[in-house]
C-alpha cells in the first residue's frame, strides 16, 4: 500500500520557468491538500481538495494553481517560478470526518534560481 | 500572526526521561488538536491526536495534555528513545471546517541523547 506518492522528489528551476508537482493516494480519501514548508514557518497550506470537483485557496495560493484531475490525483502547478517559491512541498490526503488525520506524501524539494 | 506556536525551536533530551515538547493556541475556535512526527527526507506522520472535550490522550509511550483555558497542549514521550529524534509539529482544526483543514505549529527538533 503506497498511500501519497508524490513525483518528483527533487527540481530545481530556473525563474520564471513552469513545472507541475504530481500527487496520487491510493487510500480512496475524498480530501487532498498542498502545504509548503519553509525554515521556521512549520507547514503552511497552499490549496486543498474537500472532494473531487472542487477546490480552494488556502493561506499561501498567490503563485499556485491546483487541478483536482479525478480522486485520487491533485496536482500542484507553478505557472512562473520565483526563488520566494524554493521549498519542500508535501502534499496530503483525507477522509471527510476521520478525526481530520491526513497523510502525507514524502515530499518535493524544489530549488528556484 | 502564527495562530499555532511551537516557542521551542529545539529540545535535547537523555535516552530513558521524559520529553515534553510544548504548543499554544490563540484561536479559540479550534476543537481538534494532532501531533505529527517528521524524519529528515520523509513526510510528517500521525502521532496522537485530542479532542477539546477531553484533557488528555495516551497512547503507549506517548501522552498528549491539552489545558482549554490556557490554551496550551503538550506532548509527553516516556521513556524517550534515541528513535524518538525528530521534528514534532503540533496542529490544530477549526470547528466545522469543511475538508478537515489543519493549521500548523512551525516544530519542535528533539534530539535524544544515547
Known amino acids: 500500500n503506497a498511500g501519497v506518492t508524490q513525483t518528483p522528489k527533487f527540481q530545481v528551476l530556473k525563474t520564471g520557468q513552469s513545472m507541475t508537482l504530481q500527487c496520487a493516494q491510493d487510500?480512496?480519501?475524498?480530501?487532498m491538500y498542498w502545504y509548503r514548508q519553509d525554515p521556521g514557518m512549520g507547514l503552511r497550506l497552499i490549496y486543498y481538495?474537500?472532494?473531487?470537483?472542487?477546490?480552494d485557496k488556502g493561506e499561501v495560493p498567490n503563485g499556485y494553481n491546483v487541478s483536482r484531475l479525478n480522486k485520487r490525483e491533485f496536482s500542484l502547478r507553478l505557472e512562473s517560478a520565483a526563488p520566494s517559491q524554493t521549498s519542500v512541498y508535501f502534499c496530503?490526503?483525507?477522509?471527510?470526518?476521520?478525526?481530520?488525520?491526513?497523510?502525507f506524501g514524502a515530499g518535493t524539494r524544489l530549488s528556484v534560481l | 500572526d502564527q495562530q499555532v506556536k511551537q516557542n521551542s525551536p529545539s529540545l535535547s533530551v537523555q535516552e530513558g526521561r521524559i520529553s515534553i515538547l510544548n504548543c499554544d493556541y490563540t484561536?479559540?475556535?479550534?476543537?481538534?488538536f494532532l501531533w505529527y512526527k517528521k524524519y529528515p527526507a520523509e513526510g510528517p506522520t500521525f502521532l496522537i491526536s485530542i479532542s477539546s472535550i477531553k484533557d488528555k490522550n495516551e497512547d503507549g509511550r506517548f501522552t498528549v495534555f491539552l489545558n482549554k483555558s490556557a490554551k496550551h497542549l503538550s506532548l509527553h514521550i516516556v521513556p524517550s528513545q534515541p528513535g524518538d529524534s525528530a521534528v514534532y509539529f503540533c496542529?490544530?482544526?477549526?470547528?466545522?471546517?469543511?475538508?478537515?483543514?489543519?493549521?500548523f505549529g512551525a516544530g519542535t527538533i528533539l534530539r535524544v541523547k544515547s
Open positions: 484561536n479559540s475556535m479550534f476543537d481538534y
Open positions: 496530503a490526503s483525507s477522509e471527510v470526518g476521520a478525526k481530520n488525520i491526513q497523510y
Open positions: 487510500m480512496n480519501h475524498n480530501s
Open positions: 481538495s474537500a472532494s473531487e470537483g472542487t477546490t
Open positions: 496542529a490544530a482544526s477549526p470547528a466545522g471546517e469543511y475538508g478537515n483543514k489543519l493549521v
